[in-house]
């Protein structure tokens, strides 16, 4: 099962509860629970801040070992771009459902199978290429300079505001 793949230290696995430290305990309770609170800070870490900026600050380090993402389709779809592949949780709401076509459009997104097997399919995604795969098409199909474009939004310098040359439609 999983828990004894993150002990035989065969995967790490990130949470994140972002400022909210009640689901920083949730999350705490639970490893406990299924007898794996000695992997806590070892091969289970929780993204937890107590500010915004604490958070965001941990978020990004923890992007620095992070294979795969694993969430709903929202603004972290467009951390594909940096070659994270991403296994798509239940979207909330039409800009998510938007996100989880394009991601499995461009091909490095993807439902997945049935969470009691997750530690079958997951290394079987792993073995066949799949996520490497997944990775690449992200890197490769994904938008990147938005952030630029909203800093010359912000600046007031419209003209050099670049149009994307891409289509996103799915």
């Given at each position: 099962?999983?828990?004894?793949k ?63 993402l ?31 076509k ?19 399919w ?49």
């Amino acid at each position: 099962n999983l828990a004894q793949k993150i002990k035989a230290k065969k995967i790490k696995i990130i949470l994140v509860a972002g400022i909210r430290n009640e689901v920083n305990q949730y999350f705490k309770r639970c490893i406990r629970h299924c007898g794996l609170g000695n992997q806590l800070g070892k091969n289970i870490k929780i993204i937890f801040g107590e500010s915004t900026e604490d958070y965001f600050r941990r978020f990004n380090r923890a992007l620095r070992e992070t294979d795969v993402l694993w969430t709903k389709p929202s603004e972290l779809s467009f951390y594909t771009a940096l070659g994270l592949p991403i296994i798509i949780s239940e979207p909330i709401g039409s800009q998510e459902d938007f996100n989880k076509k394009w991601l499995i459009t461009i091909g490095s997104g993807i439902d997945p199978e049935d969470v009691k097997y997750v530690d079958q399919w997951f290394f079987d995604w792993i073995n066949s290429g799949w996520f490497a795969r997944a990775a690449m098409q992200g890197f490769m199909e994904g938008g990147k300079y938005g952030a630029y474009n909203i800093e010359k939004f912000i600046k007031h310098k419209l003209s050099e505001v670049k149009a994307v040359k891409m289509v996103l439609q799915y």
